[in-house]
């Protein structure tokens, strides 16, 4: 399993980013795909989960400003994150293969490279 993760960068707060990430080497469309980031000095913590079916949960500090989405034709699963703020700063990840439940999504074995999302001024 590949995961190919793109769209980091740098913004200024109240900006937007989207992240991609592109699996190669799994049925994607049977899969359920998340979001996670990892700030420095900090654990890696979930930021949104996609279920193959499209039903999706976040985490209460990206509510109402991320939107994930998946692409299935292209084996893509997208984070549109609008209104970013600096604590949103960390490098995110992309996983595939976990199990979701309605409320939380436990991560797979599959990771990505990480893509560096920095929210400065």
């Known amino acids: 399993v590949q995961l190919q993760a793109s769209g980091g960068g740098l913004v200024q707060p109240g900006g937007s980013l989207r992240l991609s990430c592109i699996a190669s080497?799994?049925?994607?469309?049977?899969?359920?795909m998340g979001w996670y980031r990892q700030a420095p000095g900090k654990q890696r913590e979930l930021v949104a989960a996609i279920s193959s079916g499209g039903g999706t949960i976040y985490a209460d500090s990206v509510k109402g400003r991320f939107t994930i989405s998946r692409d299935n034709a292209k084996n893509t699963v997208s984070l549109q994150m609008n209104s970013l703020k600096p604590e949103d700063t960390a490098v995110f990840y992309c996983?595939?293969?976990?199990?979701?439940?309605?409320?939380?999504?436990?991560?797979?074995?599959?990771w990505g490279q990480g893509t560096q999302v920095t929210v400065s001024s």
């Open positions: 080497g799994i049925i994607f469309r049977i899969n359920a």
């Open positions: 996983n595939a293969g976990g199990s979701m439940s309605s409320s939380t999504y436990y991560s797979g074995r599959s």
